[in-house]
Nanobody, 116 residues
Framework: EVQLMESGGGLVQPGGSLRLSCAAS????????MKWFRQVPGKDYEWVSTIKRSDSITYFTDAVKGRFTISRDNAKNTLYLQMNSLKTEDTAVYYC?????????WGQGTQVTVSS
């Protein structure tokens, strides 16, 4: 069974950093396209970043380019999102996502709040 569990969210001041983790089970992150999304209450999910399984090429939405990095640790079967230079508009619940087995799988989400 595919399962995803995020951690690492919290309260941080503008300009600060956080690293989100997504522990995966039931599949291998190395062999799957992995994504991060975020959601603000009352709004749709917003795609944030992707790391491709085949070549590890990464993609980012324009709002986070140059500030966020996506990576994975194959030995730990874990996906990461390193977030630097955080802004108040980055406040959201962050979710990791995969369709590794042809079905959509989401984690439970982790809250990131950027506030002074």
């Amino acid at each position: 069974e595919v399962q995803l569990m995020e951690s690492g969210g919290g309260l941080v001041q503008p300009g600060g950093s956080l690293r989100l983790s997504c522990a995966a089970s039931g599949f291998t992150v190395r062999d799957a396209d992995m994504k991060w999304f975020r959601q603000v209450p009352g709004k749709d999910y917003e795609w944030v970043s992707t790391i491709k399984r085949s070549d590890s090429i990464t993609y980012f939405t324009d709002a986070v380019k140059g500030r966020f990095t996506i990576s994975r640790d194959n030995a730990k079967n874990t996906l990461y999102l390193q977030m630097n230079s955080l802004k108040t508009e980055d406040t959201a619940v962050y979710y990791c996502y995969t369709d590794a087995d042809g079905r959509q799988h989401w984690g439970q989400g982790t809250q990131v709040t950027v506030s002074s």
